[in-house]
RNA sequence: GGGCCGUUAGCUCAGCGGUAGAGCAGUUGGCUUUUAACCAAUUGGUCGAUGGUUCGAAUCCAUCACGGCCCA
């Protein structure tokens, strides 16, 4: 596209802006990279926002600032920085010097700190430096960018603009280092495993395929990193974490992203209550130093963190939220079936009883366990990783959590018989080839590592995404994703 | 994949068969310690796209695109 056409196609609004761009040109280079600010509006706000006028002025604090241009007040302006606000005022003489800035731009300005009338801070303009013109006008300061579409199509707009947006994101930052911090605390060592595997395993779910060219190798964007990560429990590595992405080829809804962010964790000489622990003190321990508290408010519900979390098995929560239902028929194979049918719920022939059994618990538990609750005893059938129950071989040492009806967490007893794993895997493998996609590969490195002999472990994965959702009241995952996958726009 | 809803100025939204509108932003002027600053004037549009119905379509119908919510 050459210049012309770029002008022409501009609205009015970026052409004026395009010409006191050209304007700049001429006197010099518009993009200077020479200022330097020594504050934060939020520093100066801090320090002497509580400061009267008469306590302000004796002691003249010079400030140099630099942000975007975000309003314009008579003789005032806004200027927003990473860390929050602050006024700046330009005298007659400055006004004519910088009445070519917009709202938008990225300026620097120097001088001394004073008080207005009104009680607030604001730089007087001594020196002043235009260090990056914004041709494209911003949203309206008032109702800001409310468009989803654009929103997420254009987050750095967002950002701009919306100072919620900048809020959650700073939340889900402080989440993560929050988390790491902890772990880091505690003796875990962070590990970075592969994004693309020979063989997606940890978890089941749909993968997405891709092609390595050099090795004409078909690789898989990894599910989990489960298995990398027990690897290296193995190589002794006795408490092992790693904060990534996910990637899982599936549906997109409020509460699914392709890719996503998880942590995992393994302590080796641990059990899944030990995880129960330390996962209730994490969360308690991260929602106070993120949030400042440990009630959530969500949605109009408030969830407790503060409280020890409730704990029930897999029957008992099914039995408590189905009244009419016994224990004796949830046992039994053809009474389960029998429910779940009455429940609408579709069923393969395949399924075994633990697996009906957790159907009808998707269907009428998972979604009503709003406070902090871990559910444990899942059925062998559906826990292929997972170590067998001592006491009830039919389940598990494993437990999942929730917290507003939503699973937020999954953690187990780690299975470290290389034999009982193998048989798992070959079961996998058979659902497999009978067709469920989602079901589990045959890893022959992985059940090497074992025959090498794992450590008693326990390990837990997280789901950060939807953590941060909580933790910032976002109805959407897409509200705590940076740049949520879209279709792409036509030309 | 199915159902419902949306797409109009840079942004936020009205208009729902008869000349395309408001607020903010922009421009010009005034004011000059403002707080969504204020006052006056003023610029700005393939009404998502393509077909159709109609004397006449932003408005009704169909298809498509993109998005949102709910369901699978």
Do not use: C
């Not at 004409?216 to 904060?243: C, H, N, S, T, W």
């Not at 497999?432 to 992985?446: Q, T």
């Amino acid at each position: 596209m050459t210049d012309d056409q770029q002008h022409h196609d501009d609205n009015k609004l970026i052409a004026e802006r395009r010409q006191k761009l050209d304007a700049l040109r001429e006197q010099g280079n518009p993009f200077p990279n020479d200022f330097r600010h020594d504050v934060l509006a939020a520093e100066l706000q801090q320090a002497h926002g509580e400061k009267t006028k008469e306590e302000l002025e004796p002691l003249a604090i010079r400030a140099k600032v630099a942000g975007r241009v975000m309003a314009r007040r008579g003789p005032f302006m806004v200027l927003q920085d990473q860390s929050g606000r602050i006024q700046i005022y330009a005298d007659k003489a400055i006004q004519q010097e910088i009445k070519h800035w917009d709202i938008g731009d990225i300026v620097g300005v120097e001088g001394v700190l004073h008080k207005s009338g009104k009680g607030d801070l604001y730089v007087m303009i001594e020196r002043q430096q235009l260090l990056t013109k914004s041709l494209r006008p911003l949203p309206e300061k008032w109702h800001g960018l409310t468009d989803t579409e654009q929103r997420y199509r254009q987050r750095y707009v967002d950002l701009i603009i919306n100072e919620e947006t900048r809020d959650t994101f700073r939340i889900r930052a402080a989440v993560i280092s929050g988390i790491r911090q902890y772990l880091v605390e505690r003796g875990f060592y962070e590990a970075e495993t592969p994004m693309l595997q020979v063989i997606p395993g940890g978890a089941t779910a749909r993968p997405f395929v891709t092609h390595h060219n050099a090795l004409d190798l078909q690789m898989y964007m990894r599910i989990a990193p489960e298995l990398y990560l027990k690897r290296l429990v193995v190589g002794g590595f006795d408490r092992v974490f790693e904060i990534n992405r996910n990637f899982r080829n599936e549906g997109v809804s409020t509460r699914h992203n392709p890719e996503f962010t998880m942590v995992e964790f393994y302590q080796a000489y641990s059990d899944y209550r030990d995880m129960m622990n330390l996962t209730e003190d994490m969360l308690r321990t991260v929602a106070a130093n993120v949030l400042g508290k440990t009630e959530v408010e969500y949605q109009g519900e408030s969830f407790d963190f503060g409280k020890p979390f409730a704990r029930m098995t897999v029957v008992e929560s099914i039995l408590h939220f189905n009244p009419g239902v016994t224990e004796q028929q949830l046992g039994d194979i053809v009474e389960a079936r029998e429910i779940a049918k009455g429940l609408g719920i579709p069923l393969k022939d395949s399924y075994g009883l633990g697996k009906v059994q957790i159907e009808i618990f998707e269907k009428t538990v998972e979604h009503q366990l709003k406070q902090p609750t871990f559910i444990t005893e899942y059925p062998t059938e559906v826990s292929p990783l997972a170590r067998r129950s001592d006491s009830n071989p039919f389940v598990t040492d494993r437990f999942e959590f929730f917290v507003g009806g939503r699973e937020i967490a999954n953690g187990f007893s780690e299975l470290n018989d290389a034999e009982d794993q193998a048989e798992r895997f070959h079961k996998q493998v058979a659902e497999k080839e009978a067709g469920d996609d989602e079901a589990m590969f045959f890893d022959e490195d992985y059940i090497a590592a074992l025959e090498y002999g794992m450590p008693p472990a326990a390990g837990e994965g997280i789901g950060i995404d939807r953590l941060v959702m909580l933790f910032t009241d976002s109805p959407s995952i897409r509200d705590v994703i940076l740049f949520p996958h879209m279709r792409p726009l036509h030309k």
